[in-house]
């Protein structure tokens, strides 16, 4: 069994910063890609930022600049740290890791159960 658990979420004015952490704990044999997603009332579930095996970053375009993700694999934990945030920043915000649980299986995504960020004007 593998969890994900997220913490860092809140409310916080435009401008402010939040930092969002994820930790994987279980059976974990290795860790692939880690990364945010956000999904806000009405909208479709969205990628905000990826951290790969290779330690590259890929961002959403509205979030470049301002968030930066990172992770510690020493504790099988990805970060977002989020600044300059804006209203339509506001949602929930999920962690996905793609990791497998033993060396003779094939990897799988798992999901965090979500941290509501809304960001006041």
């Known amino acids: 069994q593998v969890q994900l658990v997220e913490s860092g979420g809140g409310l916080v004015q435009a401008g402010g910063s939040l930092r969002l952490s994820c930790a994987a704990s279980?059976?974990?044999?290795?860790?692939?890609?880690m990364g945010w997603y956000r999904q806000a009332p009405g909208n479709e579930r969205e990628l905000v930022a990826v951290?790969?095996?290779?330690?590259?970053?890929n961002y959403k375009d509205s979030v470049k600049g301002r968030f930066t993700i990172s992770r510690d694999l020493a504790k099988n934990t990805v970060y977002l740290q989020m600044n300059s945030l804006k209203p339509e920043d506001t949602a929930v915000y999920y962690c996905?890791?793609?990791?497998?649980?033993?060396?003779?299986?094939?990897?799988?995504?798992?999901w965090g159960q979500g941290t509501q960020v809304t960001v006041s004007s």
């Open positions: 996905n890791v793609n990791l497998r649980t033993h060396y003779y299986r094939g990897s799988s995504d798992y």
């Open positions: 279980g059976t974990i044999f290795s860790i692939n890609d």
């Open positions: 951290i790969t095996s290779g330690d590259r970053t």
